[in-house]
């Protein structure tokens, strides 16, 4: 079992940007997912954590590895798959995956043949593999990536928005593939989608301006909610009135009309419907509450 804990780790960009504001978080094996809009500080973090840019103060361990100390170790077990991926295009995926392979350290060229056809095998892109990566989908240029970032035998995954502009056939096969990377392993998913750490992650976390406003597993941030959400479909004129008189957490159309979700410890009447609280739910309430606590400062 390994795992990864981040501590009192802050960062303030030259031009005044707090990304990160004092985050402390662990993450055990397994899928992990990290939520959060854009701007939260996502990145920054996905970044930190893999020794792209340094912190102003705070530590990162993997297990015992301090990977601010010791970059170049954590490089070796780590397996980033960045936000695009498509830095090599005019090569094929046979001769990406082989030029990852000599920069890991895999210099016994059997070796590295007999591992590029296992993860081509598994990213499924065999028949593919002589084609220019240039010329693939979006999904397939992500598998591609899964396939790098499996080189070597990472302990720990860090992927970056990566269903951003796949279609849902695609999106699917990649959350197949995530999955079966296996729970050995620590998968950081840092995503704004909420709908991929619904269907994949074991733990998750919020982000929100820099600040980390939820960790726990999906279920305990449902469970907190339970009881206290309520729905109604409104008119489109009478959004601002339910917003000053009622906690709204999120309106979205549905057919053309609003359909608000509320927060509210019993119930509202005036035709609200108790609902059982979803991940949106959880997400939408944390932003919304930090953005007010952010906004009475
Ligand atoms: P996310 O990945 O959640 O979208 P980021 O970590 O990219 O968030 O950004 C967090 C905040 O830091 C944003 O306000 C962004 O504009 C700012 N930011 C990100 N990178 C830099 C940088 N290199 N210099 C200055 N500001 C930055």
Redesign the pocket.
Known sequence: MSSLKISNLSKI???G?K?LDNISLEIPNGMFGLL??????????MRTISSLQEADSGSIFLDDLDVFKNPTALRKVLGYLPQEFGVYPHITALQLLDHVAILKGISNKKERKNLIEYLLEKVNLTEQKNKKVKSFSGGMKQRVGIAQALIGNPKLIIVDEPTAGLDPGERNRFHNLLASVGEEVIVIL?THIVDDVKELCSNMAI?NS?QLVYQGTPQKGIDELQGKVWRKIISRNEVEAYQSKYYVISDKLIAGKPLIHILDESNPENGFEAITPSIEDVFFSKIKQTNETASSL
């Open positions: 960009y030259p031009n940007v990304a959060g809009p854009n701007g939260a500080g996502k990145s920054s973090l840092s982000m820099g």
